[in-house]
Every structure is written in structure tokens, then in C-alpha cells.
């Protein structure tokens, strides 16, 4: 169903993999990468919301450092990661993304999700492009909740999760009132079923929810 498709951005053109839905799309999905690059969990993601149908498109967002880049989820594939976050920075991520949304904004109302760093950059989108967003445990948000959202928002958070902590979620519930949060019995990464902490049922509901958001804020 998906396929690879190229996107020109303000920094230059980036591949990215989208999936259209055999029905008539209910709107169109941006997909935002965790800093393990657009991967197969990442594809696999794009494909299952066009199962549920939308549009569904993920941007290589560090196809402008490096093209084709798939990581694992070793130790040494997060510090890579780690390291091709701070090159792109937030700015030009976003701008990614913008860019996304122009090749799908035609087809119907847009919307973001993002996982983990992609859980960031779905805020922003949300918080400077108007874009309906759900943020998958995106704790680095924290530094950026002055920059209120400006359109639908849901959170989904783990309570186990070691790199987010309950003060984290704290200041989320503090400074944004007006957002759907949900904090699963989970820990990070938990809709990543190539990670340890995958939870198969966690991640159906928070997709349940997920999905029922997309339905109600992309008409």
C-alpha cells in the first residue's frame, strides 16, 4: 500500500513513504519520525493509519544531514539518533513538516502524530502551524510549553516511563489546560512493537483515542 515519494522543503528535498487508503480519506496523517530516522516501525505506522483511512505521509526528516537513515534500537543506535536530532534542530523538523502538509492539504484536513522526539515536533506543528495534534511520550516538549498550541492537542504519556518523568506530565496538565492527556501503565516507546517496552494493549487503546481524535478535529 505505501510507497516512497519526495518532498521539496524550504532546505531541500527529502524522501518520505506514504500510504492512501482504499476508501474515499477521511483527511490526511503527517507521521513524525523518532530519532531512529523513517524506519519500518515508521512505515508500518504510515500504513496503519491508511488502513483506518487517511492519508498518511511520514517526511525523512534527516534526509537533510544524511539520506537513508534506519536505526535500530540499540544503545549505539540512540546516540546516533541523539546526534542527528541536534544537527537538524526543531526549526528545520518543523519546516519539514509544513512541507508535508503542503503535498496533502488539497486532499482534505490535515493533522500530525508523532512518537517520542516526533512527539516534539507534533506539538509545534500544532503550536505554530494550527495543526491538529497527538504527541506520543514527547517529554522534550517541556522546554517549548510557552509556545501555546493553537489547535486540537492530545498527549499520551507512560507512567513509567524513565526519560519522562510525573513532574514532566505535571507541567503539561499546568500549562495546557485545554489538552486530552492520557498517562497509560506503560513505559516509553510503548507503540513501538520493535522496542522492550512495547504493550500491544496500551498501544491499541491510545490508537483507539487517537484515531477517534483524527475523526472528530479532521472535518
Known amino acids: 500500500m505505501g510507497h516512497q515519494v519526495s518532498i521539496s522543503t524550504l532546505h531541500g528535498t527529502i524522501g518520505g513513504w506514504r500510504a492512501d487508503p482504499a476508501t474515499p480519506a477521511k ?3 503527517i507521521v513524525v519520525q523518532e530519532i531512529f530516522g523513517l524506519n519500518s516501525h515508521i512505515r508500518s505506522v504510515v500504513e496503519k493509519f491508511a488502513q483506518h483511512g487517511f492519508i498518511a505521509i511520514a517526511p525523512a526528516l534527516f534526509d537533510l544531514i544524511e539520506h537513508d537513515i534506519e536505526l535500530g534500537y540499540t544503545e549505539a543506535d540512540v546516540e546516533r539518533g541523539r546526534e542527528l536530532r541536534s544537527q537538524l534542530g526543531a526549526d528545520r523538523a518543523v519546516d519539514c513538516v509544513r ?3 503542503e503535498e496533502v492539504e ?3 484536513f ?3 502524530v508523532g512518537y517520542c522526539w516526533g512527539g516534539t515536533i507534533a506539538y509545534l506543528t500544532c503550536a505554530r502551524l494550527g495543526l491538529p495534534a497527538v504527541s506520543y511520550y514527547g517529554g522534550g516538549t517541556v522546554p ?5 498550541p493553537s489547535s486540537a ?12 518523568s510525573a513532574e514532566d506530565v505535571s507541567m503539561h496538565r499546568e500549562a495546557l489546560p485545554e489538552a486530552e492527556i492520557h498517562v497509560w501503565p506503560a513505559g516509553h516507546g510503548f507503540n513501538c512493537d520493535q522496542r522492550a517496552d512495547y504493550n500491544p494493549t496500551v498501544a491499541a487503546e491510545a490508537m483507539q483515542r487517537t484515531l477517534k481524535f483524527f475523526d472528530v478535529h479532521l472535518e
Open 27 to 29: 483527511g490526511a496523517v
Open 99 to 101: 512541507a508535508a502538509m
Open 106 to 108: 488539497a486532499e482534505g
Open 110 to 112: 490535515v493533522g500530525v
Open 144 to 148: 517549548y510549553l510557552d509556545e501555546k
Open 153 to 164: 492537542l492530545m498527549l499520551h504519556f507512560g507512567e513509567n516511563d524513565p526519560l519522562i
